[in-house]
């Protein structure tokens, strides 16, 4: 008896430590699609696929960039919240949006850094910081420290990554 006992918790000890292991590969890879953490969105390939359109996939699923010059919001300036494509979550509000004369919209800030996330980016030969949504990932863009104050920052979106709604 003592040793069923014995053997009985050891498993459960062991199933606790594997569970908590696969756990955490699933939050660490965030390529495994299937994969769920708190507060983030988390879609298969195919699901974004069928939500956003070619362009929107592009940039925010894959880190593209929309040419300069060619997107909707770069000369658009109606008062409103920029949402994210993928998962609307608020982004930026016209009220920080300028005209940078870089062909993408800008903003000096965004509505709450909790939105957004900053990494690292070292691609095209550039040190530069990229900005993703915090709840789904999406890229967005860049934040460079060439903009205007109160903040002295330039987020610069691609048009494709944000949806604008009108204020009401
Ligand atoms: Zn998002």
Known sequence: MRNTLYCLSICLALSIVFSCNAQHSNTDASSSPLSTSANKIVKTEQEWRAQL??????????KGTERAFTGEYDKFYEDGIYTC????????????????RSGWPSFYKPISGTQIDEHADGSLGMIRTEITCSKCDAHLGHVFNDGPQPTGLRYCINSAALIFNEEK
């Open 53 to 62: 359109t070619e362009e929107q996939y592009r940039i925010t699923r894959e």
């Open 85 to 100: 494509v993928c998962c609307s979550n608020p982004l930026f509000n016209s009220d920080t949006k300028f005209d940078s």
